[in-house]
């Protein structure tokens, strides 16, 4: 029954079912589906599908902004069920998706699951100046710094947000991660970040590990 609920939440947002889609988010969440799940076999899935069908030249970027406001609509349902836990004990986690790039459907997810597992986030939003990273970074003291692209021609600003990072001397008591559908482990190496996450459980879980080895 739950599957079918999770496949449901896949098949109406791919098939850019406004109603149909939050009706069905609704659903799994009565049935006491966790908002983890529902994004990660709902829908996640379910925009893959959008992605492959604009690679395809079926859908076109209309539809691409349809299906990031379907999925802006579904996150606010189920915002209030990431419980934030712990209130940002385990440390301040700036993040935004680097300058340019516009996507912010991924990186938001990383925030709401961050907030949920007790980092105190800081979500500079999109298309996100180097500069600022660096100026809010020093203001909240923080001590994670997470960057976002989506697309290959903005992957070089988190190389440059580092850089600036590391010029401004407060590199070293950082720990930076990058993720994005663009972003791979060998790029993250290649430009010095701490960790390479390819999803927002995978980020959740290296920041958490991160803090529990410094304790
Ligand atoms: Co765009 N777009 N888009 N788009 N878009 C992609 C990324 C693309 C792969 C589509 C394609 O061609 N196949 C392609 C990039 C190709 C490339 O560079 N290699 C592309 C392009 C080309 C463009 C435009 C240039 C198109 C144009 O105008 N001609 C344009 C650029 C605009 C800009 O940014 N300047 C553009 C615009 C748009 C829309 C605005 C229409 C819309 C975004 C709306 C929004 O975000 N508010 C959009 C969308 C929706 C997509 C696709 C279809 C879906 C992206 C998404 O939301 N995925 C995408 C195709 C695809 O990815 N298959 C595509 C769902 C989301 C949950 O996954 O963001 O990967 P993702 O996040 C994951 C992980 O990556 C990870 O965790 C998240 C959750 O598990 N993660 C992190 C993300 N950030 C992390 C940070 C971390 C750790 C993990 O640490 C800090």
Same mark, same amino acid.
């Given at each position: 029954?739950?599957?079918?609920?999770?496949?449901?939440?896949?098949?109406?947002?791919?098939?850019?079912?406004? *109603?149909?889609?939050? *009706?069905?988010?609704?659903?799994?969440?009565?049935?006491?589906?966790?908002?983890? *799940?529902?994004?990660?076999?709902?829908?996640?899935?379910?925009?893959?599908?959008?992605?492959?069908?604009?690679?395809?030249?079926?859908?076109?970027?209309?539809?691409?902004?349809?299906?990031?406001?379907?999925?802006?609509? @579904?996150?606010?349902?189920?915002?209030?069920?990431?419980?934030?836990?712990?209130?940002?004990?385990?440390?301040?986690?700036?993040?935004?998706?680097?300058?340019?790039?516009?996507?912010?459907?991924?990186?938001?997810?990383?925030?709401?699951?961050?907030?949920?597992?007790?980092?105190?986030?800081?979500?500079?939003?999109?298309?996100?100046?180097?500069?600022?990273?660096?100026?809010? @970074?020093?203001?909240?003291?923080?001590?994670?710094?997470?960057?976002?692209?989506?697309?290959?021609?903005?992957?070089?600003?988190?190389?440059?947000?580092?850089?600036?990072?590391?010029?401004?001397?407060?590199? *070293?008591?950082?720990?930076?991660?990058?993720?994005?559908?663009?972003?791979?482990?060998?790029?993250?190496?290649?430009?010095? @970040?701490?960790?390479?996450?390819?999803?927002?459980?995978?980020?959740?879980?290296?920041?958490?590990?991160?803090?529990?080895?410094?304790?």
């Amino acid at each position: 029954m739950n599957d079918e609920i999770l496949r449901n939440i896949s098949i109406k947002l791919e098939s850019l079912d406004v *109603e149909g889609t939050i *009706e069905e988010v609704k659903r799994a969440l009565d049935r006491e589906i966790s908002p983890f *799940e529902i994004v990660k076999n709902g829908l996640s899935p379910g925009m893959d599908k959008i992605g492959q069908k604009y690679e395809r030249k079926e859908y076109f970027l209309s539809e691409l902004s349809l299906a990031a406001h379907i999925m802006k609509g @579904a996150m606010e349902v189920l915002d209030p069920h990431f419980t934030a836990s712990g209130e940002g004990r385990l440390g301040r986690f700036l993040i935004g998706t680097v300058k340019g790039d516009l996507h912010d459907i991924g990186k938001s997810i990383v925030s709401m699951m961050l907030t949920s597992a007790g980092f105190e986030v800081h979500d500079l939003g999109i298309d996100v100046p180097d500069e600022r990273f660096l100026e809010k @970074a020093v203001e909240i003291k923080a001590d994670f710094v997470g960057m976002s692209s989506l697309l290959t021609t903005t992957m070089p600003g988190m190389r440059r947000v580092i850089e600036l990072l590391e010029n401004n001397g407060i590199r *070293e008591r950082l720990r930076i991660f990058v993720g994005g559908a663009v972003v791979t482990q060998s790029f993250a190496d290649e430009i010095g @970040a701490d960790c390479y996450a390819g999803d927002a459980m995978e980020c959740v879980r290296k920041a958490r590990s991160l803090v529990m080895n410094r304790r």
